[in-house]
């Protein structure tokens, strides 16, 4: 029965084998798949900080405030990705942590006890 099984395995880890450094070759040629997500997380974020507006639970230098930080993040993605060519993986780390912080002073801005009237 164990060698039954062996040779059912061994073919199958095989075929696994091949095909893992395939998919992953795959999935790294795939340039535009993390830049999407670092300009469609921008892009919420930019619709929480209007929504906020609509709803009035931003004021006026808040709102200037979270434009600036959202603008800063902008600049210095368009930094990283003229200078070397390449947008790195520190680089996009970097740009989601600052993402990540960002999002987090939009939430807490809506949801003080300051708004708009």
């Known amino acids: 029965m164990v060698e039954s099984l062996k040779k059912l395995l061994a073919p199958a880890l095989f075929v696994a084998a091949l095909a893992f450094p395939l998919a992953s070759e795959a999935q790294a040629n795939q340039p535009n798949c993390r830049t999407k997500s670092v ?6 974020q930019t619709t929480r900080i209007r ?4 709803s009035g639970e931003l004021t006026r230098r808040e709102t200037q405030r ?4 959202q603008a800063v993040i ?3 993605e368009a930094f990283y990705r003229r200078s070397g060519g390449e947008f ?6 970097r740009v989601q942590r ?3 912080q960002s999002s987090k002073h939009i939430y807490k801005q809506k949801h003080d006890r300051q708004d708009r009237n």
């Not at 929504?51 to 609509?54: E, L, N, P, S, Y």
């Not at 790195?88 to 780390?93: C, G, L, P, Q, S």
Request: proline share 0%.
């Open 51 to 54: 929504q906020g507006v609509r």
């Open 66 to 69: 979270l434009a600036a930080e």
């Open 98 to 100: 600052e993402l990540q």
């Open 88 to 93: 790195t993986a520190r680089e996009r780390a």
């Open 39 to 44: 300009n469609a997380r921008q892009g919420r």
């Open 74 to 76: 902008r600049t210095q």
